[in-house]
């Protein structure tokens, strides 16, 4: 049993997994429609990887013997107005999971509760990596984004990103 705390924001978790899925799948159908299918994939990957991350939640709370509770998942609530305001929103909105992964550490560790702590571990590192890839993406469009053919470049280095599944399993 885990503390009712901790089992309501891993709960929360699942929720706002499955949005920041449904974020970056509409992120990804907006480059579609503007003809950058590599960033289309990319994000359509990084969909998948949050959809992935929303299972290890719901696992790890089945696995604890604890009830699953899932909820409306939100509308995408950020304006797709340019593509560099796009990549912009996707750096932000990792920032803010990364801190909702903090918060869920911070009551774990309140509760001297250390499976979920390890179990945490992993999402604290995965955040460092999501937030730097986010960041890199806007570097590079800041620096590429206006010459066409650097644009095409760049599509191009992000269409071959291929899914491959988490590197944690339950
Ligand atoms: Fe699952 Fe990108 O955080």
Known sequence: MLENKVVELLNRQVNKELYSAYLYLDFSNFYYDQG???FGNWYRIQAQEERDHAML???YLQNNGEKVVLETIDKP????????????EGLKHER????LIHTIYDAA???KDFR????LDWFVKEQGEEETNAEG???KYELFGDDPKSLYMLDSELGAR???APSLSL
Do not use: I, N
């Not at 803010?96 to 801190?99: C, K, Q, R, S």
């Not at 979920?116 to 179990?119: D, I, K, V, W």
């Open 109 to 111: 560790y309140t509760v």
């Open 96 to 99: 803010y999971v990364t801190e």
């Open 57 to 59: 939640f719901v696992q």
């Open 36 to 38: 950058l299918e590599g």
């Open 137 to 139: 993406l806007v570097k």
């Open 116 to 119: 979920t702590m390890q179990f």
């Open 77 to 88: 609530q950020v304006a797709l107005t340019c593509s560099k305001t796009v990549l912009e």
């Open 162 to 164: 291929t899914y491959s």
